[in-house]
């Protein structure tokens, strides 16, 4: 098995991390798209995956005592 090059992987997490931390800063994916040479745009959603998962993530470990599905419903009967 051949391992790619260090110049390869160095460009290959470039365009990863530029792609990432555009759409952090909502960039339009089809801006993403264009700007990377990619023909379907199913290849640039792959980074958008990573960007939804770190949302919520973040969205997850807010806490708000009180604020939960079950005590909204409790509250309402």
Known sequence: MRYPSARHRLLHCSRHTFSTLQ???DTDIYTIKGMLGH??????????H???????NAADAI???GLN????VSESA
């Open 63 to 65: 806490h708000i005592d």
């Open 23 to 25: 759409l952090e800063h």
């Open 39 to 48: 023909t379907n745009v199913k290849t640039t959603q792959i980074y958008a």
């Open 69 to 72: 599905k079950a005590n909204a």
């Open 50 to 56: 990573i960007v939804d998962k770190s949302k919520r």
